[in-house]
């Protein structure tokens, strides 16, 4: 299948740093990568759509001032947790589809802890 | 939008018996529907879909099965095993028109294999 590569893997900050999160699709171009957060023993939740060359889609309730996306290539998405709060610690993980639809590959996750 | 409910959120069963895992979903424009298995702290993978033309789908000791009247759709995993036990999601999107949507996700459920 195919492969989605997030990094790092985990990272831990201190209150009010910002912190990046890259997505990368290893051997296809996706034009639409996803990211969701998913707090411990949840599910995963969509927070925003990123689009190639445009402005990422945010769900309802996901600030897009504080988790910035960039999808600057088509084989590159980056999330930015910006002025990161212990209430954002969470595995933030990514996702794109080689076809732009159909099956969904998911990066290795990135777990958040913000002290 | 789209809202997927899954039960049961934790299902034991004794090893080599079945496991049946049901999820709805909300939007009857919906047309594909994946089932991830999740490991503590790993990337959710597929293990089976199925898209809105098809009633049943069956992979080896796994099976899903649709029905689009009644909006909903069921895992069935057969003769489970020990290493079958993880956090199951089902999850709900729309695909078509040339892009790819983002997945809805049911809650989980966390299948345990009693030896």
């Known amino acids: 299948g195919a492969v989605v590569s997030q990094h790092p893997s985990w990272v831990i900050c201190k209150s009010g740093t910002s912190v990046k999160i890259e997505c990368r699709s290893l051997d296809f171009q996706a034009t639409t990568m996803f990211w969701y957060r998913q707090f411990p023993k949840q599910s995963l939740m969509l927070m925003a759509t990123?689009?190639?060359?445009?402005?990422?889609?945010?769900e309802q309730g996901v600030e897009k001032d504080k988790f910035l996306i960039n999808h600057a290539s088509l084989t590159l998405s980056t999330l930015t947790v910006t002025s990161a709060h212990p209430e954002d610690s969470s595995f933030y993980i990514c996702?794109?589809?080689?076809?732009?639809?159909?099956?969904?590959?998911f990066g290795e996750g990135s777990r958040l802890t913000v002290l | 939008g789209e809202n997927v409910e899954q039960h049961p959120s934790t299902l034991s069963v004794q090893e080599g018996d079945s496991a049946v895992i049901k999820c709805t979903y909300s939007?009857?424009?919906?047309?594909?529907f994946p089932w991830y298995k999740q490991e503590l702290g790993k990337r959710p993978q597929l293990i089976i879909d199925?898209?809105?033309?098809?009633g049943e789908k069956k992979d080896q000791r796994i099976a899903v099965t649709l029905n689009k009247t009644a909006k909903h759709f069921s895992l069935h995993i057969t003769e489970t095993q020990p290493e079958d036990s993880a956090v199951y999601f089902c999850?709900?999107?729309?695909?078509?028109?040339?892009?790819?949507?983002?997945?809805?996700f049911g809650k989980g459920t966390h299948l345990i294999i009693q030896p």
């Open positions: 999850a709900a999107s729309i695909l078509g028109g040339g892009g790819a949507d983002g997945l809805t």
């Open positions: 939007d009857s424009a919906s047309n594909y």
């Open positions: 996702s794109a589809s080689p076809s732009g639809g159909g099956e969904l590959f």
């Open positions: 990123s689009n190639e060359g445009s402005k990422a889609t945010y």
């Open positions: 199925i898209r809105s033309n098809v």
